[in-house]
């Protein structure tokens, strides 16, 4: 890292290295991969994934999105991250908070977030999951300036 201040308006370099994201990592207790897959698979439409036979005996659970994959990992000294949390990306908000509320997921709607529709849950263990989708109208309005 830099010691410069950078104000994030700099241009990128030539070739940062950095490709894409290839998977996120949330935190869960022992025991809870079965409610992990009912709400990554059977919910919000993840597929899992096998892990690998030297990691498998961890325990926990992989989950893969399009261009993405989310990794659930177990640890004995597990606290719910509520703030930090993965965002992503639907197609249909609407369709996507019906589906979770009709499965008892509590939703935290937000509008603190320009040019997109968000909602906040917690998975299974309470780690914050944010799920949002652009706003077509926000997207389409003129920028004033």
Known sequence: ????????????????????????QLAV???????CRAFWVGLVGLTEVPKPAPLAARGGAWFRGPG?????????????????HPAILVNDIDAMAERLTAAGVDLDWADDFPGHRHCYVADPVG??????MPDAAAQAAPLLG
């Open 1 to 24: 890292m830099s010691s410069s201040t950078s104000t994030g308006t700099e241009a990128p370099p030539a070739f940062s290295g950095v490709t894409g994201l290839h998977h996120i």
């Open 29 to 35: 207790p022992g025991g809870v991969e079965d409610a």
């Open 68 to 84: 993405f994959e989310l990794h659930v990992g177990v640890t004995s000294d597990f606290t719910p991250a509520t703030k930090a």
């Open 127 to 132: 780690n914050r999951i944010e799920f949002l």
